[in-house]
């Protein structure tokens, strides 16, 4: 055989080892000695494996024979092999001490690096590997920062994993340290060494494990036995597993001192005879060759031999012959199959008792002990055969038994135990029979009945129908009532009495009519006899009643239902008669001033009688009662439409009456209520007392508000034309004021807004009579309607609420506050100086918002300072104007003028009265026109 190239490399590094060494150390026992042993074998995403866990286990107990400090692991996961890597075995080593890594388990190659893998990892592809796994070069690396005098790896893991990466990748371990791989890096080692090899471990670990028990072998002469032997039993049968060693072994290291016990021997024979136990289970003959091959000289060889013997004479003896099996028992009294032996013959023995005897119960204990017997056929028939005889003869004695009994319990009973036997159709014949009998002796429906339940089909039920139905019959003429007869015709609908029956319950439903002789009484008969023998009579009786009770009421209502009931009646002419003289009594008797709640219920009795009366004795006087209706109809209507309108108690009700009677004497009490009605709708803050709506981005908030609730005023003067005429409005809908006219601030904070407002006004006036410059709490000049309107779209979206300009009656609605005067505080223009800014104290110029003295409604600057836009077109007098507080005229306002109010700071005091006004062009930005908001409730 040529020689391994990498077992030549591994003796020339002993041979260095042993130059370099020096004597060996006195005592390797003064070292502190660690190990951590992992044995993994129930793997989870990699091939399983056969005896990791007990070579573990094994190796461990070596090592702690030999004063190691033993860290063990079993089936270990990631988690489990990191924490006894890192927490349990790499604190235990320090400088100069001997510490040893045994793995038994997979083990796969990533690169130039090999990982353990522990039992949870899936080894689908490196990176899984590289996560779950255990790298040698990272526990190399990590036991070297210790500064161990020695640091020995033995790594059982190189198993096939997959086709393409094989073996484990060669190490590089530092010094101090050495590594021993099972096999040569990329190869995997050998498990058997063939299909006939019956030991349990692999070539190396049942090479290893014997070599690591043996005292006193300095380490390098261990690892070149493993070598050598591991080889030469691959080589034995052609296949090639070298262990590889990577680091030098030193000389003087010992796993167990000289001296100590060899475990090795006790080791080896525990596995033969763990492999004997396993080889003589099966009894087989290539089992024991198998075991001789492998233990020739071993302490079971001899039974084996024995066993080989014993197997021919059991091939002669075990068909079951009486014969050939007493002479195996003779020849064979301790041979592998006595016991079997000798139950064939117990087993023929009984079956011969048995079959010769035909007795049952021999039969049957031969079934229950050889279920799978060698006569178990023949013994099954036997026991039919006899055990139907048995049967038979069990069935007679029972029938014998049930005649004697006579009764239904003694038949019954046979019937239960054989309910299909040769006697059952004359047993249940008979029960019949008896109970046929006892139900005629009893000669009652329940009796007969429970017959029947039980025989519904049986011999005698047409009789025990027949006698039923007898029986009913003649219950019900024993009552001789309409439920007596009803019960007979409700079992029997088609009954033997039944017409009878019928015929008799009329009889008795017509008495009762006539003895109650009333209309509910015969209408009660012909509900149910429409078509019966005495229905003509309670038809005529009938009619004769209800026109009774017509002539003694003497009401159109049940002389109309008589009409209705009986078209041709024997009295309808008088009943024609009755009725037009009592809808004329009722209708002459009804006029305009009628008290019953319906304006029109005069008018329905007048159309009714002359619709169907119309040339009846009584016409001529309907129709002029008729027309005097029709004039007054117009002013019940309207009360009408107000009653119902307030009774609703709905906004839209009144306004809809407003709409519909615009000239009504009602109409102010009408706006009154609805203003109420609104004001309940939608109540507002206190009046006076001023608040604000906040932005919703929360940006700032509105200008300062007013709430003013509904009213009523006289709106107009007889003071200028364009004021004229004076006249009432009701302020339907409470509205928000401005507290003060719009100031620059507010305005300036629409235009710094983004999209807000596009203008941005001059404060700077230089004119021939006007000269000033101010912004900040000035009101807001130099504005459009057009501006306003941009302003007014701003508010609206950064408060979500309903701002806009006050229509003309509301701004001077809030003006007056209340009062009549000309101004809010009397008709003594002297005193306007203390309430508003004009010629006589502006100084020719607008001033600040809120410095003279609030209306008595809290708001500022309503007389002077600037005028106010507001949302009505200007019209030059108040004809036609509304009622209700809403703009008066809007069309055509487009390039024209709207209506200012208020009058402005250059403006003479009779100007600034609540009822003065003024006309701007739309277009126009004057710098002593203003505006003041409203805003909507709610």
Same mark, same amino acid.
């Not at 590089?172 to 471990?201: H, N, W, Y």
């Not at 009762?512 to 009484?521: C, I």
């Not at 009058?903 to 009265?913: E, H, I, V």
């Given at each position: 055989?040529?020689?391994?190239?990498?077992?030549?490399?591994?003796?020339?590094?002993?041979?260095?080892?042993?130059?370099?060494?020096?004597?060996?150390?006195?005592? $390797?026992?003064?070292?502190?000695?660690?190990?951590?042993?992992?044995?993994?074998?129930?793997?989870?995403?990699?091939?399983?494996?056969?005896?990791?866990?007990?070579?573990?286990?094994?190796?461990?107990?070596?090592?702690?024979?030999?004063?190691?400090?033993?860290?063990?692991?079993?089936?270990?996961?990631?988690?489990?092999?990191?924490?006894?890597?890192?927490?349990?075995?790499?604190?235990?080593?320090?400088?100069?001490?001997?510490?040893?890594?045994?793995?038994?388990?997979?083990?796969?190659?990533?690169?130039?690096?090999?990982?353990?893998?522990?039992?949870?990892?899936?080894?689908?592809?490196?990176?899984?590997?590289?996560?779950?796994?255990?790298?040698?070069?990272?526990?190399?690396?990590?036991?070297?920062?210790?500064?161990?005098?020695?640091?020995?790896?033995?790594?059982?893991?190189?198993?096939?994993?997959?086709?393409?990466?094989?073996?484990?990748?060669?190490?590089?371990?530092?010094?101090?340290?050495?590594?021993?791989?099972?096999?040569?890096?990329?190869?995997?080692?050998?498990?058997?060494?063939?299909?006939?090899?019956?030991?349990?471990?692999?070539?190396?670990?049942?090479?290893?494990?014997?070599?690591?028990?043996?005292?006193?072998?300095?380490?390098?002469?261990?690892?070149?036995?493993?070598?050598?032997?591991?080889?030469?039993?691959?080589?034995?049968?052609?296949?090639?597993?070298?262990?590889?060693?990577?680091?030098?072994?030193?000389?003087?290291?010992?796993?167990?001192?000289?001296?100590?016990?060899?475990?090795?021997?006790?080791?080896?024979?525990?596995?033969?005879?763990?492999?004997?136990?396993?080889?003589?289970?099966?009894?087989?003959?290539?089992?024991?060759?198998?075991?001789?091959?492998?233990?020739?000289?071993?302490?079971?060889?001899?039974?084996?031999?024995?066993?080989?013997?014993?197997?021919?004479?059991?091939?002669?003896?075990?068909?079951?012959?009486?014969?050939?099996?007493?002479?195996?028992?003779?020849?064979?009294?301790?041979?592998?199959?006595?016991?079997?032996?000798?139950?064939?013959?117990?087993?023929?023995?009984?079956?011969?008792?048995?079959?010769?005897?035909?007795?049952?119960?021999?039969?049957?204990?031969?079934?229950?002990?050889?279920?799978?017997?060698?006569?178990?056929?023949?013994?099954?028939?036997?026991?039919?055969?006899?055990?139907?005889?048995?049967?038979?003869?069990?069935?007679?004695?029972?029938?014998?038994?049930?005649?004697?009994?006579?009764?239904?319990?003694?038949?019954?009973?046979?019937?239960?135990?054989?309910?299909?036997?040769?006697?059952?159709?004359?047993?249940?014949?008979?029960?019949?029979?008896?109970?046929?009998?006892?139900?005629?002796?009893?000669?009652?429906?329940?009796?007969?009945?429970?017959?029947?339940?039980?025989?519904?089909?049986?011999?005698?039920?047409?009789?025990?129908?027949?006698?039923?139905?007898?029986?009913?019959?003649?219950?019900?003429?024993?009552?001789?009532?309409?439920?007596?007869?009803?019960?007979?015709?409700?079992?029997?609908?088609?009954? #033997?009495?039944?017409?009878?029956?019928? $015929?008799?319950?009329?009889?008795?439903?017509?008495?009762?009519?006539?003895?109650?002789?009333?209309?509910?009484?015969?209408?009660?008969?012909?509900?149910?006899?429409?078509?019966?023998?005495?229905?003509?009579?309670?038809?005529?009786?009938?009619?004769?009643?209800?026109?009774?009770?017509?002539?003694?009421?003497?009401?159109?209502?049940?002389?109309?239902?008589?009409?209705?009931?009986?078209?041709?009646?024997?009295?309808?002419?008088?009943?024609?008669?009755?009725?037009?003289?009592?809808?004329?009594?009722?209708?002459?008797?009804?006029?305009?001033?009628?008290?019953? !709640?319906?304006?029109?219920?005069? $008018?329905?009795?007048?159309?009714?009688?002359?619709?169907?009366?119309?040339?009846?004795?009584?016409?001529?006087?309907?129709?002029?009662?008729?027309?005097?209706?029709?004039?007054?109809?117009?002013?019940?209507?309207?009360?009408?439409?107000?009653?119902?309108?307030?009774?609703?108690?709905?906004?839209?009700?009144?306004?809809?009456?407003?709409?519909?009677?615009?000239?009504?004497?009602?109409?102010?009490?009408?706006?009154?209520?609805?203003?109420?009605?609104?004001?309940?709708?939608?109540?507002?803050?206190?009046?006076?007392?001023?608040?604000?709506?906040?932005?919703?981005?929360?940006?700032?908030?509105?200008?300062?508000?007013?709430?003013?609730?509904?009213?009523?005023?006289?709106?107009?003067?007889?003071?200028?034309?364009?004021?004229?005429?004076?006249?009432?409005?009701?302020?339907?809908?409470?509205?928000?004021?401005?507290?003060?006219?719009?100031?620059?601030?507010?305005?300036?904070?629409?235009?710094?807004?983004?999209?807000?407002?596009?203008?941005?006004?001059?404060?700077?006036?230089?004119?021939?009579?006007? #000269?000033?410059?101010?912004?900040?709490?000035?009101?807001?000049?130099?504005?459009?309607?057009?501006?306003?309107?941009?302003?007014?779209?701003?508010?609206?979206?950064?408060?979500?609420?309903?701002?806009?300009?006050?229509?003309?009656?509301?701004?001077?609605?809030?003006?007056?506050?209340?009062?009549?005067?000309?101004?809010?505080?009397?008709?003594?223009?002297?005193?306007?100086?203390?309430?508003?800014?004009?010629?006589?104290?502006?100084?020719?110029?607008?001033?600040?918002?809120?410095?003279?003295?609030?209306?008595?409604? !809290?708001?500022?600057?309503?007389?002077?300072?600037?005028?106010?836009?507001?949302?009505?077109?200007?019209?030059?007098?108040?004809?036609?104007?509304?009622?209700?507080?809403?703009?008066?005229?809007?069309?055509?306002?487009?390039?024209?003028?709207?209506?200012?109010?208020?009058?402005?700071?250059?403006?003479?005091?009779?100007?600034?009265?609540?009822?003065?006004?003024?006309?701007?062009?739309?277009?126009?930005?004057?710098?002593?026109?203003?505006?003041?908001?409203?805003?909507?409730?709610?």
């Amino acid at each position: 055989m040529a020689p391994n190239p990498i077992l030549s490399r591994i003796l020339l590094v002993l041979a260095a080892l042993c130059c370099l060494i020096g004597a060996a150390r006195a005592d $390797d026992q003064k070292a502190n000695r660690s190990a951590l042993v992992i044995g993994n074998e129930d793997y989870i995403g990699a091939p399983p494996l056969s005896n990791a866990k007990a070579d573990a286990q094994t190796v461990a107990d070596i090592l702690t024979d030999g004063q190691f400090g033993v860290v063990r692991g079993i089936n270990t996961t990631s988690d489990e092999l990191r924490k006894k890597w890192k927490n349990a075995f790499l604190p235990a080593i320090g400088p100069g001490d001997e510490a040893i890594l045994y793995f038994s388990g997979q083990g796969v190659r990533v690169g130039d690096d090999s990982y353990l893998l522990p039992v949870d990892v899936r080894a689908d592809n490196e990176d899984q590997v590289k996560a779950g796994g255990l790298s040698l070069k990272a526990v190399l690396e990590g036991v070297q920062q210790q500064k161990p005098r020695l640091f020995l790896v033995i790594l059982d893991a190189s198993r096939r994993t997959s086709a393409a990466n094989p073996g484990l990748a060669a190490a590089q371990p530092a010094a101090g340290e050495v590594v021993i791989f099972s096999a040569a890096p990329g190869k995997t080692s050998l498990e058997r060494l063939g299909d006939d090899d019956p030991r349990i471990r692999g070539l190396f670990s049942r090479v290893f494990l014997r070599e690591l028990a043996r005292p006193g072998v300095p380490l390098p002469t261990m690892l070149q036995t493993i070598q050598d032997k591991v080889s030469a039993l691959a080589q034995g049968i052609g296949q090639e597993q070298v262990p590889t060693l990577f680091g030098q072994a030193p000389s003087d290291f010992r796993v167990r001192p000289a001296g100590a016990p060899d475990t090795g021997q006790r080791m080896a024979e525990e596995e033969e005879r763990q492999i004997w136990e396993k080889t003589d289970a099966q009894r087989t003959e290539a089992a024991y060759k198998r075991f001789l091959k492998a233990f020739p000289d071993g302490a079971f060889a001899a039974k084996a031999k024995d066993r080989l013997d014993d197997l021919p004479a059991w091939e002669l003896a075990k068909n079951g012959d009486p014969e050939p099996l007493r002479k195996y028992i003779g020849a064979h009294p301790d041979g592998l199959f006595v016991q079997k032996a000798r139950a064939l013959l117990d087993e023929g023995d009984l079956w011969e008792k048995a079959r010769a005897g035909s007795v049952l119960a021999l039969v049957k204990d031969y079934l229950d002990r050889y279920p799978q017997g060698r006569f178990i056929e023949p013994a099954k028939t036997l026991f039919a055969r006899l055990d139907a005889e048995a049967a038979a003869k069990r069935e007679e004695d029972a029938w014998k038994a049930a005649q004697n009994g006579a009764t239904t319990t003694s038949f019954e009973q046979y019937l239960k135990t054989y309910p299909d036997g040769r006697f059952a159709a004359s047993a249940k014949e008979t029960i019949e029979k008896i109970v046929w009998e006892t139900a005629q002796k009893g000669n009652s429906s329940a009796a007969l009945e429970n017959y029947l339940k039980l025989y519904p089909q049986g011999r005698f039920a047409s009789s025990a129908k027949d006698n039923i139905e007898q029986i009913v019959w003649d219950k019900a003429q024993k009552g001789n009532n309409e439920a007596s007869f009803q019960e007979y015709l409700r079992a029997y609908p088609q009954g #033997r009495f039944a017409d009878t029956a019928k $015929d008799t319950i009329e009889q008795i439903a017509w008495d009762k009519a006539q003895k109650g002789n009333s209309e509910a009484a015969f209408d009660a008969y012909l509900k149910v006899y429409p078509q019966g023998r005495f229905a003509a009579s309670a038809r005529d009786k009938t009619e004769q009643l209800v026109w009774d009770n017509v002539q003694r009421s003497r009401t159109i209502d049940l002389a109309h239902l008589y009409l209705q009931r009986y078209p041709q009646g024997k009295f309808s002419t008088q009943a024609r008669n009755l009725e037009e003289d009592i809808l004329w009594d009722e209708a002459r008797q009804c006029d305009a001033n009628d008290q019953s !709640g319906d304006p029109f219920r005069c $008018d329905s009795l007048a159309d009714a009688f002359i619709r169907r009366f119309s040339a009846g004795q009584h016409a001529t006087a309907a129709t002029i009662l008729q027309h005097s209706l029709v004039a007054s109809r117009p002013e019940r209507e309207e009360r009408k439409a107000l009653s119902d309108a307030l009774a609703t108690g709905e906004p839209a009700a009144l306004q809809a009456f407003l709409d519909k009677f615009p000239t009504s004497k009602h109409y102010a009490d009408a706006m009154m209520k609805l203003a109420a009605l609104w004001q309940k709708i939608a109540p507002i803050p206190v009046t006076g007392v001023p608040f604000y709506d906040a932005f919703t981005d929360g940006s700032g908030k509105s200008p300062e508000m007013v709430a003013l609730p509904s009213g009523k005023f006289a709106m107009g003067s007889e003071e200028a034309q364009t004021e004229k005429p004076s006249h009432p409005v009701v302020i339907v809908h409470p509205f928000a004021i401005g507290r003060h006219e719009v100031t620059f601030d507010d305005w300036d904070a629409c235009v710094a807004d983004k999209g807000g407002c596009s203008y941005r006004p001059d404060d700077e006036v230089g004119m021939l009579i006007f #000269r000033w410059k101010g912004r900040g709490k000035q009101p807001v000049i130099n504005v459009a309607w057009a501006d306003i309107q941009q302003y007014l779209v701003w508010l609206r979206a950064k408060t979500g609420k309903k701002y806009r300009l006050l229509t003309e009656a509301e701004w001077e609605y809030a003006a007056r506050a209340g009062t009549t005067t000309r101004y809010n505080f009397g008709d003594n223009a002297d005193t306007l100086v203390r309430h508003g800014w004009y010629t006589g104290n502006s100084e020719r110029q607008p001033h600040l918002v809120g410095q003279l003295e609030a209306s008595p409604n !809290g708001l500022y600057d309503m007389y002077g300072n600037v005028a106010e836009w507001v949302e009505d077109c200007w019209h030059s007098s108040y004809d036609g104007a509304p009622r209700n507080g809403n703009v008066a005229w809007t069309a055509n306002c487009v390039g024209a003028a709207h209506v200012s109010r208020g009058g402005y700071f250059y403006d003479t005091a009779s100007n600034q009265r609540s009822a003065s006004r003024s006309r701007v062009g739309n277009t126009m930005r004057s710098p002593s026109v203003g505006f003041r908001l409203a805003r909507d409730y709610p």
